[in-house]
T-cell receptor
Framework: EDQVTQSPEALRLQEGESSSLNCSYT??????LFWYRQDPGKGPEFLFT???AGEEKEKERLKATLTKKESFLHITAPKPEDSATYLC?????????FGTGTRLKVLA | GAVVSQHPSRVICKSGTSVKIECRSL??????MFWYRQFPKQSLMLMAT?????????EQGVEKDKFLINHASLTLSTLTVTSAHPEDSSFYIC??????????????FGQGTRLTVV
């Protein structure tokens, strides 16, 4: 059965304290792994797409990497405005499977 | 990135009434749209896949007669919650992919609709 697990469930960082979020997955025939940011009361905002192991994508303070079993979202020197829930999703046969997300809080 | 617009963002309705939520792809055509439901501090649960010009495909456990989906054009899908009850109160989100870019590309999400049934 296709499955996505994100850890940690919640994370509190001081401003400037770098860290990584994990997304572990099992899926038959990975067609894509996606990272989203979701603010309270809003729909998910697209961040990255990764298709194959070894691929990396960067955007400002965020960097996403992919292996055959997991993906990491690295946050370098985070700022309070990076506080949000970060969702990981994988595409198997035709639909997305979402993880439960990591709630990130960056303290000033 | 592509823009998906969802309306309304918030709605309060009385028990027994119906509520319609609209999802529009503004700058691309979406032959397929997806409807999700999200409970507090939980992930997105796929309810149904909306296909333009044909019947929607519902996930197991989702009542198709309660959650009516219409995808009448390449840019609009609607979700109607019929005979709403308080337990239907939730956050509903739609998404769409630009199929012209291929079937494995990222999906873009609407802003979500907070439904409260009183």
């Amino acid at each position: 059965e296709d499955q996505v697990t994100q850890s940690p469930e919640a994370l509190r960082l001081q401003e400037g304290e770098s860290s990584s979020l994990n997304c572990s997955y099992t899926v038959s025939g990975l067609r894509g792994l996606f990272w989203y940011r979701q603010d309270p009361g809003k729909g998910p905002e697209f961040l990255f797409t990764l298709y194959s192991a070894g691929e990396e994508k960067e955007k400002e303070r965020l960097k996403a990497t992919l292996t055959k079993k997991e993906s990491f979202l690295h946050i370098t020197a985070p700022k309070p405005e990076d506080s949000a829930t970060y969702l990981c999703a994988v595409q198997g046969t035709y639909k997305y499977i979402f993880g439960t997300g990591t709630r990130l809080k960056v303290l000033a | 990135g592509a823009v998906v617009s969802q309306h309304p963002s918030r709605v309060i309705c009385k028990s027994g009434t119906s509520v319609k939520i609209e999802c529009r792809s503004l700058d691309f055509q979406a032959t397929t749209m997806f409807w999700y439901r999200q409970f507090p501090k939980q992930s997105l649960m796929l309810m149904a896949t909306s296909n333009e010009g044909s019947k929607a495909t519902y996930e197991q456990g989702v009542e198709k007669d309660k959650f009516l989906i219409n995808h009448a054009s390449l840019t609009l899908s609607t979700l109607t919650v019929t005979s709403a009850h308080p337990e239907d109160s939730s956050f509903y989100i739609c998404s769409a992919r630009d199929m012209a870019l291929g079937g494995n590309t990222e999906a873009f999400f609407g802003q979500g609709t907070r439904l409260t049934v009183v």
